[in-house]
T-cell receptor, first 111, second 114 residues
Framework: GEDVEQSLFLSVREGDSSVINCTYTDSSSTYLYWYKQEPGAGLQLLTYIFSNMDMKQDQRLTVLLNKKDKHLSLRIADTQTGDSAIYFCAERKDSWGKLQFGAGTQVVVTP | ETGVTQTPRHLVMGMTNKKSLKCEQHLGHNAMYWYKQSAKKPLELMFVYSLEERVENNSVPSRFSPECPNSSHLFLHLHTLQPEDSALYLC?????????????FGPGTRLTVL
């Protein structure tokens, strides 16, 4: 497909793990990103993974990359209410840095 | 000021008005970007400037006119907009176009066209 695809909504209980999935378009994409957007704010880079890696862990965040299936996931361990936000995955399509974004997944953390 | 700032944060305009959005980055970056964010849709890249030269124009209607007078400032001039142009307009900057450089985003301008 032409679009980076994400599910639109995820509800998770506080303390549980969240998993946000993304399917990207271009097997030659070099970098894949996860951005977070809180209400009224711009996008904040959470983490990224280079295409020659399968996994990257950064504190509570774990990124898994399946290049064969062009599938990217973000796992947030011990989800907190402050993790409620919209999460965007993006792929870097060109050498000069053009990013193709998904539509975002709204994560709602309930007590 | 730090990071990427945008003014105004909110703007309401009529279809016959002319207005401008301003973006300023305080990070010493060389590349700047305009994105449009509409509800439930992916971010759309509108314009990219590198070292004050435009390198990408993603088939954006001429009613949107960008200007990059120096590497720290980026403007988006608006005239005769349509209601469907109502959206959040995000500015971003990065150190360079190449490599894995992170794009830093501003908080956006919420634009409503009546």
């Amino acid at each position: 497909g032409e679009d980076v695809e994400q599910s639109l909504f995820l509800s998770v209980r506080e303390g549980d793990s969240s998993v946000i999935n993304c399917t990207y378009t271009d097997s030659s994409s070099t970098y894949l990103y996860w951005y977070k957007q809180e209400p009224g704010a711009g996008l904040q880079l959470l983490t990224y993974i280079f295409s020659n890696m399968d996994m990257k862990q950064d504190q509570r965040l774990t990124v898994l990359l399946n290049k064969k299936d062009k599938h990217l996931s973000l796992r947030i361990a011990d989800t907190q209410t402050g993790d409620s936000a919209i999460y965007f995955c993006a792929e870097r399509k060109d050498s000069w840095g053009k990013l193709q974004f998904g539509a975002g997944t709204q994560v709602v953390v309930t007590p | 000021e730090t990071g990427v700032t945008q003014t105004p944060r909110h703007l309401v305009m009529g279809m016959t008005n002319k207005k401008s959005l301003k973006c300023e980055q305080h990070l010493g970056h060389n590349a700047m970007y305009w994105y449009k964010q509409s509800a439930k849709k992916p971010l759309e890249l509108m314009f990219v400037y590198s070292l004050e030269e435009r390198v990408e124009n993603n088939s954006v209607p001429s009613r949107f006119s960008p200007e990059c007078p120096n590497s720290s400032h980026l403007f988006l001039h608006l005239h005769t907009l349509q209601p469907e142009d109502s959206a959040l307009y995000l500015c971003a900057s990065s150190h360079a176009l190449a490599g894995g450089d992170e794009q830093f985003f501003g908080p956006g301008t919420r634009l409503t066209v009546l």
